[in-house]
């Protein structure tokens, strides 16, 4: 079973900051947290990942909270090519417990 | 990052039959996995595809229904037998690399009638 929270469905406005809330309380010390997406019709596409600290990348920001109960992944400016459903996994580093077990996801719908 | 490409994109078959989807990567990866997405839902694991010895397969999947082979690093087949119209979905390859960053391919959607 998926051992993360998300919301199932949220909306955000073309051009503003989307933050996307991920609960997983029971995370291990070894594990990370994933962030992948899928538009429609087309298979996952990585986004960032981290373990304790803040990441920031090209794509998004990932901003984990000292416990590391919870996460959000910040999308800064969201563009209608940003409408998908995102995935927040906790994932061991490495053999068949880095396995990506994927839950419900998000779905993100930009507006114009 | 890896590029993953899977044949056929897409196909209809008859219930009884089988179909044997194709899994290539652009370069060398430790690990291969097989995932089905039914209409609707999320991803599910179906197996990890292990170079030279048998697949291990996920609670629920089985190797007679589900048999996998990797010949080697960069290539692997996933074979949906006998197939029943519940076996419509989106069936998707995806590798780990060495860095232990894991991606996907565009997936494969089968519909059986």
């Known amino acids: 079973d998926a051992k993360t929270t998300q919301p199932p469905s949220m909306d955000c406005a073309e051009g503003r900051a989307a933050n996307l809330p991920c609960n997983h309380s029971t995370i291990s010390g070894n594990e990370y947290v994933y962030w992948y997406r899928q538009i429609h019709s087309q298979g996952p596409q990585y986004i960032i990942h981290?373990?304790?600290n803040n990441e920031t990348n090209e794509m998004a920001s990932l901003i984990i909270t000292e416990d590391r109960k919870s996460s959000t992944l910040i999308l800064p400016h969201a563009t209608l090519r940003d409408t998908a459903v995102y995935y927040c996994?906790?994932?061991?580093?490495?053999?068949?417990?880095?396995?990506?077990?994927f839950g419900k996801g998000t779905k993100l719908s930009v507006k114009p | 990052s890896a590029v993953i490409s899977q044949k056929p994109s897409r196909d209809i078959c008859q219930r009884g039959t089988s179909l044997t989807i194709q899994c290539q990567v652009d370069?060398?990866?430790?690990?291969m996995f097989w995932y089905r997405q039914q209409p609707g839902q999320s991803l599910t694991l179906i197996a990890t595809a292990n170079q030279g010895s048998e697949a291990t397969y996920e609670s629920g999947f089985v190797i007679d229904k589900f048999p996998i082979s990797r010949p080697n690093l960069t290539f692997s087949t996933l074979t949906v037998s006998n197939m029943s119209p519940e076996d419509s979905s989106i069936y998707l390859c995806?590798?780990?690399?060495?860095?232990?960053?894991?991606?996907f391919g565009p997936g494969t959607r089968l519909t059986v009638l």
């Open positions: 996994i906790v994932r061991a580093w490495g053999g068949s417990q880095g396995n990506l077990i």
């Open positions: 995806s590798a780990r690399d060495s860095g232990n960053e894991q991606f």
């Open positions: 370069s060398q990866v430790t690990m």
């Open positions: 981290g373990l304790k």
